[in-house]
């Protein structure tokens, strides 16, 4: 919705309406004030069209997602560096289904940009571990699975990767 420096000089700016509000003793003002400043500072950190675009894919929702992603109109300049890595994540997870070229490029973008959860560096490397089987790099989707299995701590991806090794093994 806003530049990332907008969001920061429209928190700075409502804290300082809240400073005013405490020292006219209007203190659930302030409080209320300084809420809706946390606000800007959360969706500096977090932008809320990624997060939208996430909640639509919680629910399977592809085109919605890619509609909230759309309204992203430059990430380079209005996101922060694991914003950019998130928005070239969700990028390569909607196009991985038709175009596995552009998807891989997304993923590789998305690592290297950095992404927060290591699960989702995890989702990251077996979609690009998937991606290289299917054009027969064998070695490398072998190295990149090994990196996600060192990344998936709870074993949320146990499946998916032993489906993927029984699939190396047909190679």
Same mark, same amino acid.
């Given at each position: 919705m806003f530049h990332k420096n907008i969001k920061l000089a429209l928190a700075v700016l409502i804290t300082i309406w809240a400073i005013y509000e405490f020292s006219q003793v209007h203190i659930m003002n302030g409080i209320s004030i300084l809420l809706l400043a946390g606000i800007f500072v959360l969706f500096y950190f977090k932008n809320e069209f990624i997060l939208l675009a996430f909640l639509q894919l919680r629910k399977q929702n592809f085109p919605g997602?890619?509609?909230?992603?759309a309204y992203i109109k430059n990430p380079e300049a209005a996101?922060?560096?694991?914003?950019?890595?998130? &928005?070239?994540?969700l990028q390569g997870l909607m196009v991985s289904q038709t175009n596995i070229s552009?998807?891989?490029? &997304?993923?590789?973008?998305?690592?290297?940009?950095?992404?927060?959860? =290591?699960?989702?560096?995890?989702l990251a490397k077996m979609?690009?571990?998937?991606?290289a089987m299917t054009k027969r790099r064998k070695r490398e989707?072998?190295?990149?699975l090994a990196e996600a299995k060192k990344l998936d701590k709870q074993g949320m991806?146990?499946?998916?990767? =032993?489906?993927?090794?029984?699939?190396?093994?047909?190679?």
């Amino acid at each position: 919705m806003f530049h990332k420096n907008i969001k920061l000089a429209l928190a700075v700016l409502i804290t300082i309406w809240a400073i005013y509000e405490f020292s006219q003793v209007h203190i659930m003002n302030g409080i209320s004030i300084l809420l809706l400043a946390g606000i800007f500072v959360l969706f500096y950190f977090k932008n809320e069209f990624i997060l939208l675009a996430f909640l639509q894919l919680r629910k399977q929702n592809f085109p919605g997602a890619q509609k909230w992603l759309a309204y992203i109109k430059n990430p380079e300049a209005a996101l922060t560096q694991k914003q950019h890595g998130y &928005y070239n994540f969700l990028q390569g997870l909607m196009v991985s289904q038709t175009n596995i070229s552009l998807a891989e490029k &997304y993923f590789k973008t998305a690592i290297k940009l950095g992404l927060s959860m =290591n699960h989702d560096l995890a989702l990251a490397k077996m979609q690009l571990a998937g991606i290289a089987m299917t054009k027969r790099r064998k070695r490398e989707a072998t190295m990149l699975l090994a990196e996600a299995k060192k990344l998936d701590k709870q074993g949320m991806f146990k499946e998916q990767m =032993n489906q993927l090794k029984q699939q190396m093994k047909k190679i």
